[in-house]
């Protein structure tokens, strides 16, 4: 049985889908953020989002939530969800390699 009063997630892609997710989980379970982009990162560290998909105020109200571009600060998570890009090809077939 999965016990929500254990729940640490990971949240895998800090884009328009990924934040948006990470800040509300971030409100009410332990959350970890992660992103590739090392300047992403120190930018929501600061408590701001240059790209406007949340508020500064959304930001500071999700007070479980921590930013990494360390995949290892991701190690004892239990619930993982990933939103990176998957974009398509001419042929309108999609595009896996950010998943790989």
Do not use: K, W
């Not at 929501?44 to 240059?50: I, K, M, P, R």
């Not at 998957?86 to 790989?100: C, G, H, K, M, S």
């Amino acid at each position: 049985m999965f016990d929500l009063a254990t729940t640490r997630i990971g949240i895998i892609g800090l884009g328009y889908v990924g934040l948006p997710l990470a800040v509300e989980f971030g409100q009410h379970f332990p959350t970890f953020g992660l992103d590739i982009n090392q300047a992403r990162i120190r930018e929501l560290q600061a408590g701001a989002d240059n790209t406007l998909e949340v508020t500064t105020e959304e930001l500071r109200q999700a007070h479980q939530l921590r930013y990494t571009d360390s995949p290892e600060d991701l190690a004892n998570c239990n619930v993982y969800i990933i939103t990176v890009p998957t974009p398509v090809d001419e042929y309108r077939r999609p595009d896996f390699a950010p998943l790989i």
